[in-house]
């Protein structure tokens, strides 16, 4: 097993980002050799490889894009092509001191500019390459054209023991451009059985993170090779009659999230990807995937020790509701950032007296740093009257603390509680703060179940069993459904007995995740997100992948440029959601959006 080959399979990997929008940011222009500052300027290049390392990065690519002796020659630079890529390799190796893997960029060679420059493509790599050879592995980046992908394979054939990656540009057109598809460069590798074989599969610059996100999804239905996902920054986009460019760090990672998803072993950047975006994918990404891959501790409880559950309609009048069948109303509300819970208790009263069946309270969203949702449960049921369903995340506590608190709800009558795993603490406010994810939200539910038959993790017995009706979340818009249905069958075979959704928008995508799981037999509550304005509903269908908003919701959303009228039509077109659903489902939960527990009771009138 190469380098490569064991970094990959380890964990998620952290490419670094763009080498010459870096340089260029730096006020060197593009009339120059960029890769000639490896030797005229390394201290640039040197601090380049720093702040991606800094960033977070494990893997630094070299400064040699467009250091083939065709390239160079139109900078009289041909005669220094071995030293300009033995220059790149030495900065990129002294900066990563051991700490990442050094990958040698190599680029197209592109067309001959005189019948003087005629010499093979592949002769021209194979110069690169012998150039590179200090590298850890080598990527040749931005392959357009099936005659780029030829031209490697026949240069790499002259080294057996060459680790490298064939990284495919797709463009969002590529017959208009008179680029291959990704089916297309997978045929013709699959054909070519190349000697060396590539280590694993890049994508990189296309047109930027959405569109790579398609892609992603079908190459990896055609290899079962590691890929690398590095798009570039994309087109600007135009949102309230501006041109914005979308890809800032937080939705850069966003759509990182949904790569890592999918399955990609690696993530970075290209044009346009800075040092800021890395450190964010890092931060937040890295953790995240890290927290996925845990195993839940095995549980030695013998079954004889076992006890009877209570029956779902005693525990509970969210249990009583759901073993009748009966339709289930929810608002779910967030608790303060302060301590204060007057208005929180205030909202729940309102609910109560709408005829609301529970308040729903989120556990930390988003990493945030609120008032126990535990005691917020507990105040609202005293002073407010109404049964809560709290969230109950394995983020911040040790199995021993998650028990101690599941058994402290269990003596004060908090007894529904929803099951989620939790966003790592880096995805929050403060990132230098400890993930302890000891279990995952479906080790968690197998936790709750035994403890609902009078015996915890240890096997120890408690005094009387406990009386939790368990809840699990779902996500219809999910990338990766196949993921997600698995998930949603180990939440249910563990013990699950009902589902919350995340919010849905295109009702068709909830019908065939219902559709999917009607095998299961467990009662499924929809979540309703009240959009509250124009750049609410922009917000969630640009900047959210996964979320779908329709075209004729964002029209009517636009209708009125006013506020109070875009909120109004919000609302209405929410009400039609639950309208649309309602037979399919066993209840709504409408969330209440920024604190306004008046608009979601509006939607449940």
Not at 80 to 92: D, F, H, P, W, Y
Not at 106 to 115: A, K, L, N
Not at 182 to 192: G, Q, V
Not at 341 to 356: D, E, N, P
Request: some cysteine.
């Amino acid at each position: 097993m190469n380098l490569l080959q064991q970094k990959l399979a380890e964990s998620l990997t952290i490419f670094d980002g763009a080498i010459g929008t870096e340089i260029y940011r730096r006020n060197f222009f593009v009339n120059a050799s960029f890769e000639q500052l490896n030797l005229t300027a390394p201290d640039v290049i040197l601090d380049i490889h720093h702040q991606y390392l800094k960033a977070g990065a494990e893997v630094l690519t070299t400064n040699t894009y467009n250091a083939n002796s065709r390239r160079l020659a139109k900078f009289g630079l041909s005669e220094q092509t071995e030293a300009i890529n033995r220059a790149g390799v030495k900065l990129a190796r002294e900066a990563a001191a051991g700490k990442a893997l050094v990958a040698a960029s190599v680029g197209p060679v592109g067309e001959p500019d005189s019948d003087q420059d005629r010499r093979p493509r592949a002769e021209l790599l194979a110069e690169q390459i012998r150039a590179l050879s200090d590298a850890d592995f080598i990527i040749f980046e931005s392959l357009r054209r099936a005659a780029d992908l030829k031209a490697v394979l026949e240069a790499v054939a002259e080294f057996p023991e060459l680790v490298y990656v064939p990284s495919f540009a797709i463009e969002p057109h590529p017959h208009i451009n008179d680029s291959a598809t990704i089916a297309e460069f997978m045929e013709l590798l699959n054909a070519s059985r190349p000697c060396p074989a590539p280590t694993a599969i890049g994508l990189n610059c296309g047109g930027g993170p959405e569109s790579t996100l398609g892609v992603l999804e079908e190459l990896t239905a055609l290899t079962q090779l590691p890929v690398i996902v590095q798009p570039n920054a994309g087109q600007p986009k135009g949102v309230d009659g501006r041109m914005i460019y979308m890809t800032s760090a937080e939705y850069f990672s966003t759509y990182a999230k949904r790569y890592a998803m999918l399955g990609a072993a690696a993530i970075g950047g290209c044009c346009g990807i800075t040092p800021d975006h890395i450190e964010e994918l890092a931060r937040t990404i890295k953790p995240l995937m890290q927290a996925e891959k845990r195993a839940l501790p095995t549980l030695e409880v013998k079954e004889c020790d076992l006890k009877p559950e209570v029956p779902l309609a005693e525990r509970s009048r969210i249990g009583c509701k759901l073993a009748d069948g009966a339709f289930i109303k929810l608002v779910e509300i967030t608790p303060p950032r302060g301590f204060d819970l007057t208005g929180t208790i205030a909202g729940a009263a309102k609910c109560k007296a709408a005829g609301i069946d529970a308040v729903n309270l989120p556990d930390g969203p988003r990493a945030s740093a609120r008032i126990s949702p535990l005691v917020t449960a507990l105040e609202i049921q005293r002073n407010a009257g109404i049964e809560t369903i709290l969230h109950c995340c394995c983020r911040d506590k040790s199995l021993i603390g998650l028990q101690a608190d599941l058994l402290g709800c269990a003596g004060v009558g908090i007894n529904n509680i929803l099951f989620i795993t939790g966003d790592p603490p880096k995805l929050g406010d403060y990132p230098f703060s400890s993930g302890v994810f000891d279990v995952d939200s479906v080790g968690l539910v197998k936790i709750q179940k035994r403890m609902n038959q009078g015996v915890d993790l240890g096997g120890k017995p408690l005094n009387a069993v406990t009386k939790m009706v368990i809840g699990v979340g779902a996500d219809p818009n999910a990338i990766d459904l196949e993921r997600e249905y698995r998930r949603t069958c180990e939440k249910v075979e563990a013990g699950a007995e009902f589902i919350i959704t995340q919010p849905v928008f295109a009702p068709e995508a909830l019908f065939v995740f219902l559709d999917r799981i009607a095998h299961l037999n467990v009662p499924v509550i929809a979540g309703i997100w009240p959009l509250t304005s124009l750049r609410n509903a922009e917000f969630m269908r640009t900047e959210v992948p996964g979320v779908v908003v329709p075209d004729a919701v964002m029209e009517r959303m636009a209708a009125d440029e006013s506020k109070e009228a875009q909120r109004e039509a919000g609302i209405a077109i929410a009400r039609e959601s639950v309208a649309a659903i309602r037979s399919r489902v066993r209840g709504i939960q409408v969330s209440a959006p920024f604190g306004n527990v008046d608009t979601a009771l509006r939607v449940l009138a």
